[in-house]
T-cell receptor, first 115, second 116 residues
Framework: DSGVTQTPKHLITATGQRVTLRCSPR?????VYWYQQSLDQGLQFLIQ???????AKGNILERFSAQQFPDLHSELNLSSLELGDSALYFC??????????????FGEGSRLTVL | AQSVTQLDSHVSVSEGTPVLLRCNYS??????LFWYVQHPNKGLQLLLK??????LVKGINGFEAEFKKSETSFHLTKPSAHMSDAAEYFC??????????????FGAGTRLAVHP
């Protein structure tokens, strides 16, 4: 158990809909990362938050947004869903600054299926 | 710019035989390197990491990797494969941690199959 919790584990929805994925990082970790994993694109970095502030953006679509709350949990919002958004969405967290060796701790992912 | 290349998308071995998963990296300075494993329908788990200490790094479940600067390689090995090793393996290079941002570059992954 990595200590990172993601909900829901599975989600099935229709095109055009909006969903929210939730992530709770490990206790004490300030950084939260979101990744998308699909068969054709592999593992793609979406966005990272550090102590409530956005720190880096990757290949995140404009239809997607995220935030990190004061209690450090994070949510990834996916809207106007398309079939191609079907994927496994991972959240990861890492230890703060000086204590970090670059290691990320991953949750078990939220599998999104868009029909 | 940093990059990482996993040379094999699929590797198939028999149980009890050695495992070799190959990874080459490109980095303008001494990198931090990692191997992560992903079992089916699970999140990624750290196997081992190299952070400029010993060049031979031992990880969990009998895996180890050797950092070879001259060859820009960080291959993952295990002397004897077990059925439970069947999974996808990712080689990862870190661009460092600055301003609260830790940028990791993931390889495309190598799917390891282990046959009885």
């Amino acid at each position: 158990d990595s200590g990172v919790t993601q909900t829901p584990k599975h989600l099935i929805t229709a095109t055009g809909q909006r969903v929210t994925l939730r992530c709770s990082p490990r206790s004490g970790d300030l950084s939260v990362y979101w990744y998308q994993q699909s068969l054709d694109q592999g593992l793609q970095f979406l966005i990272q938050y550090y102590n409530g502030e956005e720190r880096a953006k990757g290949n995140i679509l404009e239809r997607f947004s995220a935030q990190q709350f004061p209690d450090l949990h994070s949510e990834l919002n996916l809207s106007s869903l398309e079939l191609g958004d079907s994927a496994l969405y991972f959240c990861a967290s890492s230890a703060p600054g000086q204590r970090s060796t670059g290691e990320l701790f991953f949750g078990e992912g939220s599998r999104l299926t868009v029909l | 710019a940093q990059s990482v290349t996993q040379l094999d998308s699929h590797v198939s071995v028999s149980e009890g035989t050695p495992v070799l998963l190959r990874c080459n990296y490109s980095s303008s300075y001494s990198p931090s390197l990692f191997w992560y494993v992903q079992h089916p329908n699970k999140g990624l788990q750290l196997l081992l990491k190299y952070t400029s200490a010993a060049t031979l790094v031992k990880g969990i479940n009998g895996f180890e990797a050797e950092f070879k600067k001259s060859e820009t390689s960080f291959h993952l090995t295990k002397p004897s494969a077990h059925m439970s090793d069947a999974a996808e393996y990712f080689c990862v290079v870190s661009q460092g941690f600055s301003g609260g941002y830790n940028k990791l570059i993931f390889g495309a992954g190598t799917r390891l199959a282990v046959h009885p």
